[in-house]
C-alpha cells in the first residue's frame, strides 16, 4: 500500500477575478471596522485569545457589536465593558467569551436592570452566539 504526505502549505488563495477581489477587500474592510468598533467597546482582557476564538467563530462579532449599544439602554451611556476569552481547564472543549457590565448599583437594583436587558434583547438574540457568549455582571466600588 502506498502512502502520500500532505505537507501543509501557507500558500495565500488569491482572488479569480475583479469582482472577487472587490468582495475579498470589502469582507476585510468590513471585519476591520468591526474589529475597531470592538477595541472601542470593550476593555479586551486577554486579546490574543479573543482574537483567536473570533477567527474561529467570525459569526459572533456581528453579535458582539450589537451588545454595547443594548447594554446602554438599560444601564445607562457610561460602561466600560469588559470582553474576556474563558477556557474550563477541566474541560479544554468548553471555551467561551464572557462580557462583564460593570454596575456600582445595589444588587437587587442590577439584576433588576440585567433582567430587564436579558428580556428585552438576550433572550432573543442568545441563540446567534451558539452559547458561546455569556453576559454578567461585574460589581465594583
Known amino acids: ?11 495565500q488563495v488569491t482572488p479569480i477575478n475583479e469582482t472577487a477581489e472587490l468582495i475579498d477587500r470589502e469582507i476585510h474592510r468590513k471585519t476591520l471596522e468591526q474589529i475597531n468598533v470592538l477595541a472601542r467597546e470593550y476593555e479586551i482582557r486577554n486579546p490574543s485569545e479573543v482574537a483567536e476564538f473570533l477567527s474561529e467563530n467570525k459569526s459572533l462579532i456581528d453579535l458582539l457589536e450589537e451588545i454595547p449599544a443594548q447594554i446602554r439602554k438599560v444601564f445607562g451611556k457610561k460602561q466600560n465593558l469588559t470582553l474576556e476569552f474563558f477556557l474550563d481547564p477541566e474541560d479544554s472543549t468548553w471555551h467561551r467569551l464572557f462580557v462583564r457590565v460593570p454596575t456600582k448599583s445595589e444588587v437587587e437594583v442590577a439584576h ?15 441563540e446567534r452566539s451558539n452559547s458561546k457568549i455569556f453576559i454578567n455582571l461585574r460589581f465594583t466600588k
Open 1 to 11: 500500500m502506498q502512502t502520500e504526505t500532505l505537507e501543509k502549505t501557507d500558500a
Open 112 to 126: 433588576k436592570s440585567f433582567d430587564n436587558f436579558k428580556e428585552n434583547w438576550w433572550f432573543e438574540n442568545e
